[in-house]
Protein backbone atom coordinates (compact mmCIF):
# COMPACT_ATOMS: atom_id res chain seq x y z
CA UNK A 1 0.00 0.00 0.00
CA UNK A 2 3.14 2.29 -0.15
CA UNK A 3 2.26 5.35 -1.82
CA UNK A 4 -1.47 4.82 -1.25
CA UNK A 5 -3.66 8.01 0.42
CA UNK A 6 -6.10 6.50 2.35
CA UNK A 7 -9.48 8.61 1.93
CA UNK A 8 -7.41 11.14 0.33
CA UNK A 9 -6.14 12.51 3.41
CA UNK A 10 -3.28 10.15 4.99
CA UNK A 11 -0.20 9.06 2.11
CA UNK A 12 1.55 6.46 3.62
CA UNK A 13 5.30 7.20 3.73
CA UNK A 14 7.21 4.19 5.44
CA UNK A 15 6.00 0.61 7.40
CA UNK A 16 7.21 1.48 10.54
CA UNK A 17 5.94 -1.88 12.94
CA UNK A 18 3.92 -4.94 11.64
CA UNK A 19 2.18 -7.87 13.83
CA UNK A 20 -0.19 -10.22 14.16
CA UNK A 21 -2.69 -7.54 14.94
CA UNK A 22 -1.96 -4.68 12.80
CA UNK A 23 0.62 -2.93 10.86
CA UNK A 24 1.79 0.25 11.46
CA UNK A 25 2.68 3.36 9.11
CA UNK A 26 4.72 6.47 9.27
CA UNK A 27 2.21 8.72 6.91
CA UNK A 28 1.72 12.36 6.18
CA UNK A 29 -1.55 14.45 7.10
CA UNK A 30 -1.90 16.24 3.90
CA UNK A 31 -4.59 18.35 5.44
CA UNK A 32 -2.55 19.57 8.24
CA UNK A 33 0.90 19.05 6.89
CA UNK A 34 2.11 17.18 9.94
CA UNK A 35 3.55 13.15 10.39
CA UNK A 36 1.13 10.52 11.97
CA UNK A 37 1.18 7.06 12.82
CA UNK A 38 -1.55 5.09 10.65
CA UNK A 39 -2.24 1.70 12.52
CA UNK A 40 -4.01 -0.68 9.86
CA UNK A 41 -5.78 -3.82 11.43
CA UNK A 42 -4.02 -7.34 9.72
CA UNK A 43 -6.26 -9.29 7.77
CA UNK A 44 -8.00 -11.97 9.74
CA UNK A 45 -7.28 -10.41 13.11
CA UNK A 46 -9.72 -9.44 15.71
CA UNK A 47 -11.84 -6.57 14.45
CA UNK A 48 -13.65 -5.92 17.76
CA UNK A 49 -10.52 -5.86 19.95
CA UNK A 50 -9.54 -3.27 17.44
CA UNK A 51 -12.35 -0.65 17.59
CA UNK A 52 -11.77 -1.44 21.22
CA UNK A 53 -8.38 0.07 21.18
CA UNK A 54 -9.61 3.10 19.15
CA UNK A 55 -12.83 3.57 21.71
CA UNK A 56 -10.32 3.39 24.66
CA UNK A 57 -7.85 5.91 23.20
CA UNK A 58 -10.54 8.30 22.32
CA UNK A 59 -11.56 8.24 25.92
CA UNK A 60 -8.43 9.98 27.09
CA UNK A 61 -6.65 12.87 26.46
CA UNK A 62 -2.93 13.48 28.52
CA UNK A 63 0.89 14.43 27.85
CA UNK A 64 1.50 10.97 28.85
CA UNK A 65 -0.90 8.78 26.53
CA UNK A 66 -0.41 8.81 22.45
CA UNK A 67 -3.21 10.59 21.44
CA UNK A 68 -6.11 9.49 19.06
CA UNK A 69 -6.42 12.10 16.04
CA UNK A 70 -8.83 9.74 13.64
CA UNK A 71 -10.27 6.81 13.04
CA UNK A 72 -11.84 5.02 9.88
CA UNK A 73 -12.38 2.55 7.57
CA UNK A 74 -10.45 1.09 3.66
CA UNK A 75 -11.05 -1.43 1.45
CA UNK A 76 -12.62 -3.21 4.84
CA UNK A 77 -9.76 -2.92 6.97
CA UNK A 78 -10.55 -0.77 10.05
CA UNK A 79 -7.26 2.06 10.44
CA UNK A 80 -6.78 4.44 13.44
CA UNK A 81 -4.74 7.75 13.18
CA UNK A 82 -2.71 8.54 16.14
CA UNK A 83 0.23 11.10 17.54
CA UNK A 84 3.97 9.92 15.77
CA UNK A 85 6.38 9.48 18.53
CA UNK A 86 9.33 9.35 17.17
CA UNK A 87 11.51 8.71 20.14
CA UNK A 88 10.76 5.05 19.84
CA UNK A 89 9.77 1.96 22.72
CA UNK A 90 11.07 1.79 26.30
CA UNK A 91 12.12 -1.67 25.08
CA UNK A 92 14.37 -0.43 22.60
CA UNK A 93 16.23 1.37 25.32
CA UNK A 94 17.01 -1.99 27.19
CA UNK A 95 17.97 -4.15 25.10
CA UNK A 96 21.34 -4.38 26.38
CA UNK A 97 20.04 -5.73 29.87
CA UNK A 98 21.63 -2.69 31.60
CA UNK A 99 20.17 -0.16 34.16
CA UNK A 100 18.98 2.67 32.94
CA UNK A 101 20.63 5.87 34.37
CA UNK A 102 18.42 6.64 38.01
CA UNK A 103 17.40 10.00 36.69
CA UNK A 104 15.75 8.90 33.59
CA UNK A 105 14.26 6.14 35.58
CA UNK A 106 12.43 8.33 37.81
CA UNK A 107 11.18 10.57 34.93
CA UNK A 108 10.21 7.57 33.13
CA UNK A 109 8.73 6.18 36.21
CA UNK A 110 6.27 9.64 36.84
CA UNK A 111 5.58 9.50 33.22
CA UNK A 112 3.94 6.41 32.89
CA UNK A 113 1.86 6.94 36.72
CA UNK A 114 0.80 10.23 35.48
CA UNK A 115 -1.14 8.49 32.17
CA UNK A 116 -2.16 5.74 34.77
CA UNK A 117 -3.91 8.21 36.70
CA UNK A 118 -5.99 9.84 33.87
CA UNK A 119 -6.21 6.00 32.42
CA UNK A 120 -7.83 4.94 35.78
CA UNK A 121 -9.67 8.26 37.05
CA UNK A 122 -11.97 7.53 33.11
CA UNK A 123 -12.66 4.13 34.10
CA UNK A 124 -9.57 2.75 31.91
CA UNK A 125 -7.17 -0.45 32.40
CA UNK A 126 -4.46 -1.23 30.24
CA UNK A 127 -4.06 -4.74 31.37
CA UNK A 128 -1.04 -4.84 28.85
CA UNK A 129 1.30 -2.56 29.82
CA UNK A 130 4.89 -3.24 29.13
CA UNK A 131 8.15 -1.74 27.22
CA UNK A 132 6.83 -2.08 23.93
CA UNK A 133 3.82 -0.31 24.66
CA UNK A 134 5.57 2.71 26.00
CA UNK A 135 6.92 5.36 23.45
CA UNK A 136 8.41 8.74 23.86
CA UNK A 137 8.07 11.73 22.04
CA UNK A 138 10.97 13.84 20.28
CA UNK A 139 11.53 15.84 23.34
CA UNK A 140 11.70 12.78 25.55
CA UNK A 141 8.69 12.56 26.78
CA UNK A 142 7.34 8.60 27.75
CA UNK A 143 4.03 8.26 26.87
CA UNK A 144 1.78 4.90 27.51
CA UNK A 145 0.11 3.33 23.72
CA UNK A 146 -1.50 0.05 22.66
CA UNK A 147 -5.07 -0.15 24.89
CA UNK A 148 -5.88 -3.44 22.88
CA UNK A 149 -7.16 -5.02 25.44
CA UNK A 150 -8.09 -2.40 27.66
CA UNK A 151 -11.05 -2.45 30.08
CA UNK A 152 -13.38 -0.04 30.66
CA UNK A 153 -15.77 0.38 33.27
CA UNK A 154 -18.70 -1.89 33.46
CA UNK A 155 -18.30 -3.02 29.67
CA UNK A 156 -18.09 -6.69 28.99
CA UNK A 157 -14.44 -8.65 28.19
CA UNK A 158 -12.88 -9.90 25.12
CA UNK A 159 -12.30 -13.11 26.95
CA UNK A 160 -14.15 -15.53 28.85
CA UNK A 161 -13.70 -16.19 32.76
CA UNK A 162 -10.20 -17.80 33.74
CA UNK A 163 -8.69 -17.13 30.40
CA UNK A 164 -5.01 -15.65 30.88
CA UNK A 165 -4.57 -12.20 29.00
CA UNK A 166 -1.51 -10.16 28.78
CA UNK A 167 2.07 -10.44 28.21
CA UNK A 168 3.30 -13.04 30.24
CA UNK A 169 6.89 -11.17 31.59
CA UNK A 170 4.65 -8.68 33.11
CA UNK A 171 1.15 -9.70 34.13
CA UNK A 172 -0.04 -9.33 37.55
CA UNK A 173 -0.95 -12.50 39.65
CA UNK A 174 -4.53 -12.23 39.61
CA UNK A 175 -4.18 -12.15 35.89
CA UNK A 176 -2.25 -14.79 35.92
CA UNK A 177 -4.73 -16.33 37.93
CA UNK A 178 -7.88 -15.93 35.51
CA UNK A 179 -9.12 -13.29 38.08
CA UNK A 180 -10.54 -9.68 36.63
CA UNK A 181 -7.97 -6.93 36.41
CA UNK A 182 -8.05 -4.04 38.43
CA UNK A 183 -6.22 -0.86 38.25
CA UNK A 184 -3.87 -2.43 40.29
CA UNK A 185 -3.17 -4.95 38.02
CA UNK A 186 -1.70 -2.15 35.86
CA UNK A 187 0.57 -1.09 39.30
CA UNK A 188 1.83 -4.22 39.25
CA UNK A 189 2.89 -4.35 35.15
CA UNK A 190 4.34 -0.60 36.34
CA UNK A 191 6.51 -2.60 38.77
CA UNK A 192 7.80 -5.06 37.09
CA UNK A 193 8.89 -2.26 34.00
CA UNK A 194 10.38 -0.03 37.33
CA UNK A 195 12.24 -3.27 37.96
CA UNK A 196 13.38 -4.07 35.08
CA UNK A 197 14.67 -0.21 34.39
CA UNK A 198 16.17 -0.17 37.69
CA UNK A 199 18.57 -3.97 37.47
CA UNK A 200 18.51 -4.55 33.65
CA UNK A 201 16.61 -7.61 34.14
CA UNK A 202 13.12 -9.13 34.98
CA UNK A 203 12.34 -10.41 38.25
CA UNK A 204 11.46 -13.52 36.92
CA UNK A 205 12.68 -15.02 33.51
CA UNK A 206 11.95 -18.56 31.57
CA UNK A 207 11.58 -19.30 27.72
CA UNK A 208 8.47 -20.77 28.79
CA UNK A 209 5.43 -18.32 28.69
CA UNK A 210 3.36 -20.62 30.97
CA UNK A 211 6.47 -20.97 33.38
CA UNK A 212 6.59 -17.27 33.41
CA UNK A 213 2.79 -16.84 34.20
CA UNK A 214 3.01 -19.42 36.87
CA UNK A 215 6.38 -17.39 38.52
CA UNK A 216 4.22 -14.41 38.83
CA UNK A 217 1.13 -15.83 40.35
CA UNK A 218 2.84 -18.25 42.80
CA UNK A 219 6.52 -16.96 43.64
CA UNK A 220 8.25 -13.63 45.41
CA UNK A 221 10.41 -11.79 43.40
CA UNK A 222 14.53 -11.42 44.28
CA UNK A 223 14.95 -8.22 46.61
CA UNK A 224 16.38 -5.25 44.82
CA UNK A 225 19.13 -4.63 47.20
CA UNK A 226 19.94 -7.92 46.80
CA UNK A 227 20.86 -7.73 42.95
CA UNK A 228 22.16 -3.70 42.97
CA UNK A 229 23.03 -2.33 46.94
CA UNK A 230 23.11 0.95 45.46
CA UNK A 231 19.34 1.39 44.56
CA UNK A 232 17.91 4.21 45.58
CA UNK A 233 16.10 3.03 48.64
CA UNK A 234 12.84 5.87 47.06
CA UNK A 235 12.55 3.76 43.97
CA UNK A 236 13.35 0.08 45.32
CA UNK A 237 10.79 0.90 48.11
CA UNK A 238 8.24 1.78 45.64
CA UNK A 239 9.16 -1.24 43.25
CA UNK A 240 8.49 -3.69 46.52
CA UNK A 241 5.17 -1.92 46.89
CA UNK A 242 3.81 -2.39 43.31
CA UNK A 243 5.12 -6.26 43.25
CA UNK A 244 2.85 -6.75 46.13
CA UNK A 245 1.15 -10.30 45.46
CA UNK A 246 -1.99 -8.98 47.25
CA UNK A 247 -3.66 -6.14 44.96
CA UNK A 248 -5.07 -4.49 48.22
CA UNK A 249 -1.30 -4.09 49.12
CA UNK A 250 -0.13 -2.19 45.99
CA UNK A 251 -0.23 1.43 45.36
CA UNK A 252 -4.41 1.60 44.87
CA UNK A 253 -3.70 2.88 41.33
CA UNK A 254 -1.89 5.26 38.94
CA UNK A 255 -3.03 8.65 41.21
CA UNK A 256 -1.48 6.91 44.43
CA UNK A 257 1.57 5.42 42.72
CA UNK A 258 1.90 9.43 41.75
CA UNK A 259 1.45 10.60 45.16
CA UNK A 260 4.17 8.27 46.25
CA UNK A 261 6.66 9.14 43.52
CA UNK A 262 5.73 13.11 44.78
CA UNK A 263 5.30 16.13 42.53
CA UNK A 264 8.86 16.56 42.67
CA UNK A 265 9.70 12.72 41.65
CA UNK A 266 13.36 13.09 43.91
CA UNK A 267 15.17 9.63 44.41
CA UNK A 268 16.94 10.68 47.10
CA UNK A 269 19.20 8.05 48.24
CA UNK A 270 18.56 9.50 52.19
CA UNK A 271 14.77 8.72 51.84
CA UNK A 272 12.50 5.87 51.64
CA UNK A 273 9.02 6.21 51.09
CA UNK A 274 6.54 6.63 53.59
CA UNK A 275 9.71 6.19 55.95
CA UNK A 276 10.08 8.51 59.43
CA UNK A 277 12.33 10.72 59.72
CA UNK A 278 16.07 9.84 60.55
CA UNK A 279 16.59 9.89 64.01
CA UNK A 280 18.67 12.30 65.72
CA UNK A 281 22.04 11.54 66.44
CA UNK A 282 23.39 13.18 69.88
CA UNK A 283 26.87 14.50 69.64
CA UNK A 284 26.75 15.30 73.28
CA UNK A 285 26.58 19.01 72.43
CA UNK A 286 23.80 20.90 73.41
CA UNK A 287 22.77 24.21 72.02
CA UNK A 288 22.68 27.13 74.82
CA UNK A 289 19.20 28.66 75.13
CA UNK A 290 19.26 32.83 74.06
CA UNK A 291 19.34 34.61 77.69
CA UNK A 292 17.08 37.84 77.20
CA UNK A 293 19.94 40.67 78.49
CA UNK A 294 18.21 43.80 80.37
CA UNK A 295 20.60 47.10 80.26
CA UNK A 296 21.90 47.94 83.54
CA UNK A 297 20.16 51.47 84.02
CA UNK A 298 16.48 49.68 83.82
CA UNK A 299 17.45 47.22 85.78
CA UNK A 300 18.39 49.60 88.46
CA UNK A 301 15.62 51.70 87.84
CA UNK A 302 13.41 48.45 88.00
CA UNK A 303 14.66 47.88 91.28
CA UNK A 304 13.94 51.32 92.81
CA UNK A 305 10.57 51.58 91.53
CA UNK A 306 9.99 48.37 92.88
CA UNK A 307 11.19 49.62 96.21
CA UNK A 308 9.32 53.09 95.98
CA UNK A 309 5.89 51.03 95.48
CA UNK A 310 6.42 48.90 97.92
CA UNK A 311 7.19 51.26 100.79
CA UNK A 312 4.45 53.60 99.14
CA UNK A 313 1.78 50.37 99.95
CA UNK A 314 3.42 49.97 103.79
CA UNK A 315 3.05 53.18 104.21
CA UNK A 316 -0.52 53.45 103.31
CA UNK A 317 -1.36 50.78 105.32
CA UNK A 318 0.01 51.87 108.79
CA UNK A 319 -1.07 55.37 107.95
CA UNK A 320 -3.24 56.09 110.77
CA UNK A 321 -1.97 53.51 112.97
CA UNK A 322 -1.08 54.06 116.85
CA UNK A 323 2.16 56.03 117.89
CA UNK A 324 3.14 53.64 120.27
CA UNK A 325 3.42 50.58 117.70
CA UNK A 326 7.36 49.91 117.61
CA UNK A 327 8.85 49.92 114.48
CA UNK A 328 9.24 46.43 112.95
CA UNK A 329 12.84 45.53 111.82
CA UNK A 330 13.66 42.45 109.82
CA UNK A 331 17.37 41.19 108.97
CA UNK A 332 18.36 39.00 106.87
CA UNK A 333 22.55 38.32 106.05
CA UNK A 334 23.73 41.27 106.61
CA UNK A 335 21.66 44.16 105.95
CA UNK A 336 19.58 45.77 108.11
CA UNK A 337 16.14 48.18 107.81
CA UNK A 338 14.44 50.13 109.88
CA UNK A 339 11.31 51.59 109.25
CA UNK A 340 9.39 54.51 111.31
CA UNK A 341 6.22 56.53 110.51
CA UNK A 342 6.19 60.47 111.01
CA UNK A 343 2.67 61.02 110.08
CA UNK A 344 3.65 62.88 106.84
CA UNK A 345 6.37 61.02 104.71
CA UNK A 346 7.78 57.03 106.00
CA UNK A 347 11.87 57.29 105.81
CA UNK A 348 13.70 54.11 105.09
CA UNK A 349 17.16 53.42 105.73
CA UNK A 350 19.21 50.59 104.84
CA UNK A 351 23.07 50.25 105.99
CA UNK A 352 25.29 47.24 105.35
CA UNK A 353 27.04 45.85 108.23
CA UNK A 354 30.56 46.62 106.99
CA UNK A 355 29.96 49.87 105.23
CA UNK A 356 28.73 53.23 106.30
CA UNK A 357 26.61 54.26 102.91
CA UNK A 358 23.09 54.81 103.82
CA UNK A 359 20.47 55.01 100.99
CA UNK A 360 17.30 56.65 101.74
CA UNK A 361 13.90 56.24 100.27
CA UNK A 362 10.74 58.65 100.41
CA UNK A 363 7.21 57.88 99.62
CA UNK A 364 5.00 60.79 99.48
CA UNK A 365 1.77 61.45 101.57
CA UNK A 366 -1.49 60.56 99.96
CA UNK A 367 -5.35 61.73 101.27
CA UNK A 368 -6.40 58.14 100.98
CA UNK A 369 -6.13 56.80 104.32
CA UNK A 370 -7.36 52.85 105.27
CA UNK A 371 -9.26 52.40 108.06
CA UNK A 372 -7.92 52.40 111.97
CA UNK A 373 -6.71 48.67 112.60
CA UNK A 374 -8.62 46.07 114.17
CA UNK A 375 -6.26 43.97 115.53
CA UNK A 376 -2.46 44.21 116.95
CA UNK A 377 0.46 43.81 114.81
CA UNK A 378 1.27 40.67 114.07
CA UNK A 379 5.23 39.84 115.26
CA UNK A 380 7.34 40.47 112.48
CA UNK A 381 8.47 38.07 109.74
CA UNK A 382 11.59 36.80 107.98
CA UNK A 383 11.51 36.21 104.42
CA UNK A 384 14.04 34.34 102.51
CA UNK A 385 16.37 36.17 99.41
CA UNK A 386 14.64 39.36 99.99
CA UNK A 387 13.92 42.03 102.90
CA UNK A 388 10.11 42.08 103.40
CA UNK A 389 7.71 44.49 105.35
CA UNK A 390 5.08 43.11 107.41
CA UNK A 391 2.18 45.62 108.61
CA UNK A 392 -1.64 45.53 110.19
CA UNK A 393 -4.49 45.25 107.92
CA UNK A 394 -7.47 45.53 108.81
CA UNK A 395 -8.36 41.70 107.78
CA UNK A 396 -6.42 40.59 110.76
CA UNK A 397 -3.96 38.70 107.82
CA UNK A 398 -0.93 40.42 106.74
CA UNK A 399 0.65 41.69 103.44
CA UNK A 400 3.86 40.78 102.52
CA UNK A 401 5.31 43.64 100.27
CA UNK A 402 8.42 42.43 98.87
CA UNK A 403 11.42 45.06 98.07
CA UNK A 404 13.99 43.05 95.88
CA UNK A 405 16.88 44.02 97.57
CA UNK A 406 20.26 45.56 95.43
CA UNK A 407 23.04 43.86 94.63
Same mark, same amino acid.
Given at each position: ???????????????????????????? #???? #??????????????????????????????????????????????????????????????????????????????????????????????????????????????????????????????????????????????????? =????????????????????????????? =????????????????????? #???????????????? #??????????????????????????????????????????????????????????????????????????????????????????????????????????????????????????????????? =???????? =???????????????????????
Amino acid at each position: MAEQVIRGRYRLEQKIGDGGMSEVWLAT #DLEL #DRPVALKLLAPNADRQRFEREARAAAALSHPNINQLFDFGEVEGRPYMVLEFLPGGTLEDQLLDDTPLPDEQTGRIARDLAGGLAHAHANGLIHRDLKPSNVLFDSEGRAKIADFGIAHMGDAGTLTEAGTVLGTAAYISPEQAAGE =PAGPASDIYSFGVILFRMLTGRLPFESDQ =PLELVAMHRDLYPPALEEIRP #DVPPRLESLTAAALAK #DPRDRPADGSALLAELGAAGGIEATQVLGAPPPPHRDTGRRRATPRRRFPLPALIAGFLAAGAAGLGVAYLATRGASSAAPPTTTTQGHTTRTTKSTGTQEQSQATSAPSTTTTTSTAHTTTRQPPPPTST =PAPPTTAP =PTTTTTVPVTTGTTVDTTVPTLP
